[in-house]
């Protein structure tokens, strides 16, 4: 009876999908949206329709490899479950990792033709096949994993593609706010989406430590957890009364961080741990107060500290050997080649008062405790590169002189910090606050969920140049990308999280990925609402996007001309220049308008027939 039962199991299978596919849709796309634009393509005139007979071929890669498991199973999810065929024929998905290394693709770029015959994809490496099939995804409707499709037509193309920087990172801080192990995965899967390949999982500060530690436990029992103010808005919270219990927060267990690292892994992200050090020690020195100078006892922040005084003790012997110990610890955890220890906004009162600090400056004929700061990161950095680790740091590295050799900065206080850097250090990432810290708000702050002071607009994160302007030609190769950085003091959710992300994030995907002269803001615009449904229809949460016009004016005569622009395709501004408030029913702006100066320009956004936000006023 056991065959027998299994045969029906396998016809009832067969039977459902033939049903699935019988019923499902028809689509014929017309135009790609590619976030990030490719480096080259070109879209032709015939066609080819995938549909349930379409076959799928790996060559040299075999079928159980994680970047081969990856697309099948993803494929799946999207209810295309293409039969495989040893060797490549007519009707068919084929993905080749090239027999001879291609020069053109380099070790993470890849050759997409879309023919009449079928879909051919190659690649120097699993990497570059992994980040094809993203863009073949792409190719696809938006509702794909919500939608049986029976026939997909797409329009014949040629992509020669390969990302402009090796170093494309986001961080993403849970120490203000714990995440859980599937929201990070969500978060990968987004990275992973749009080619990023580096995540700095910041992962302990003032407000919690977040890694399971077997030698020092009171690191969890204690510097995981404080107590709950979610209810305060950020900055608002009364610190801890006499015996009120923590119990906000949380850490990940050592097999959780594995999963992680083998998720991202999958996805060719490469995981990097994020610490602070010698500053930003609260939660630390909660679990551990020796390691502080005065010893006395610190509590788990709840909310900012500044000035950041909860600082290691740099004279103590112990704080070398506790940070040895735990650092050989992180390094298990992680196959990262690096480390990043923060080393940022150390406030060193503490130091200058400390008996112990003093005499080790004295001792080591240190002028300064910047100097003091810059010899305790030395000796990390030291210990580090005996396993096999290398140190980096935030730009406040250099404040405590020339970093350690093999060190590498990321650069985040402005272009000028970036060049010192790439003088100093090995290796730098650009990741200036203006135009790479996504926790400011996306549009008008009356219309938007409270944030971190300061706008960043979609557009603003498109003009983004990692490479400063002015940088010689010989020291230009030492900058190798750069990260997007989401600190969450006011976000207490991942789905807020992703609110603030998107589609921030595809803008910033773009300025690493693609070659900074084919950068096209209109196309970008028109391609970001295909992906806010994309990202939709997947569960995301993506901003709208900022509704408020831009209004440039240039001289003509005595007269201006002035130019109304959106940021959101598909707006419609309507104004009035009398005074009167604008309405659906106002002049709408189609073209350049001749004003005069002291004119007040009042305008109306409308998105799919809504007003959006508010009247904006401009006086010329």
């Not at 995938?50 to 999810?77: D, V």
């Not at 593609?161 to 170093?167: A, E, F, L, T």
């Not at 203000?176 to 995965?185: A, L, N, Q, W």
């Not at 500044?306 to 600082?311: I, V």
Request: hydrophobic residues 35%.
């Amino acid at each position: 009876m056991k065959p027998i039962r299994n045969i029906s199991l396998a016809v009832a299978a067969a039977v459902a999908l033939l049903v699935a596919v019988s019923c499902g849709k028809k689509v014929e796309i017309t135009d790609y949206s590619i976030i990030p634009e490719p480096e080259y393509m070109v879209q032709k005139g015939r066609t080819f329709t995938l549909t349930s007979s379409t076959r799928l071929c790996f060559e040299n890669l075999g079928r159980n490899t994680p970047t081969a498991k990856y697309i099948t199973t993803s494929l799946r999810r999207m209810h295309v479950r293409p039969a495989f065929i040893g060797s490549p024929s007519n009707d068919c998905i084929i993905f080749a990792l090239n027999d001879t290394v291609n020069p053109e693709l380099g070790s993470e770029g890849y050759l997409l033709q879309v023919r009449p015959e079928g879909i051919f994809i190659s690649a120097n490496s699993e990497t570059g096949i992994f980040y094809a099939f993203q863009t073949f995804v792409q190719m696809l409707p938006p509702d794909i994993t919500q939608t049986t499709y029976r026939r997909i037509t797409l329009p014949e193309c040629t992509i020669l593609d390969k990302p402009r920087y090796s170093w494309r990172g986001s961080l993403l801080d849970v120490c203000r706010h714990f995440i859980p192990v599937k929201e990070v995965k969500r978060h990968l899967d987004l990275m992973a989406a749009y080619k990023l390949n580096k995540f700095v999982w910041h992962l302990a500060d003032d407000q919690g430590w977040r890694i399971e530690s077997e030698q020092y436990p009171a690191l969890n029992d204690v510097g995981s957890w404080r107590v709950n103010r979610s209810d305060y808005p950020w900055g608002s919270a009364p610190p801890p009364a006499p015996g009120e219990e923590p119990t906000y927060g949380g850490f990940y267990t050592q097999r959780e961080i594995a999963e992680i690292v083998a998720y991202a892994a999958q996805r060719h992200i490469e995981v990097i741990p994020a610490i602070e050090l010698p500053g930003h020690c609260s939660a630390v020195l909660a679990a551990y107060p020796s390691l502080g100078c005065s010893g006395q006892p610190y509590t788990v922040a709840v909310g900012p500290c500044w000035p950041p005084s909860a600082l290691l003790c740099a004279g103590n012997d112990s704080t070398l050997l506790f940070l040895d110990s735990l650092l050989d610890e992180i390094s298990t955890l992680f196959p990262s080649e690096y480390i990043h220890i923060g080393c940022s906004q150390a406030w060193f009162g503490n130091w200058e008062q400390c008996p112990k600090c003093q005499s080790r400056k004295q001792r080591l004929h240190l002028r300064s405790e910047e100097e003091l700061a810059g010899w305790l990161v030395t000796q990390v950095a030291a210990h580090l590169a005996r396993k096999g680790k290398k140190v980096m740091g935030w730009d406040d590295m250099i404040d405590f002189g020339t970093p350690p050799t093999d060190a590498a900065v990321t650069a985040y206080r402005g272009d000028s910090l970036t060049g010192i850097a790439l003088r100093l250090s090995s290796g730098v990432v650009a990741a200036p606050s203006q135009w790479c810290n996504f926790d400011t708000y996306q549009a008008d702050t009356a219309h938007h969920p409270t944030a971190f002071p300061g706008q960043l607009t979609l557009r603003q994160v498109y003009n983004f140049d990692p490479m400063p302007p002015g940088i010689p030609a010989v020291l230009r190769p030492l900058l190798w990308g750069g990260m997007c950085v989401l600190w969450t003091d006011y976000i207490q959710t991942y789905h807020q999280a992703e609110y603030m992300l998107l589609p921030r994030l595809c803008a910033f995907a773009e300025c690493l990925w693609s070659p900074a002269d084919s950068k096209d803001w209109d196309r970008f615009r028109h391609k970001t609402e295909q992906h806010k449904n994309r990202l939709q229809a997947e569960g995301y949460t993506p901003c709208r996007g900022s509704f408020k016009p831009v209004v440039t004016k240039t001289a003509d005569g005595s007269a201006l001309i002035v130019t109304v622009t959106t940021e959101v395709e598909g707006t419609y501004v309507y104004y009035t220049t009398d005074g009167s408030e604008p309405s659906p029913e106002s002049a709408l702006y189609t073209s350049p308008l001749h004003l005069q100066p002291g004119t007040l320009l009042r305008t109306l956004s409308l998105y799919h027939g809504q007003p959006q936000e508010s009247v904006y006023d401009y006086r010329l």
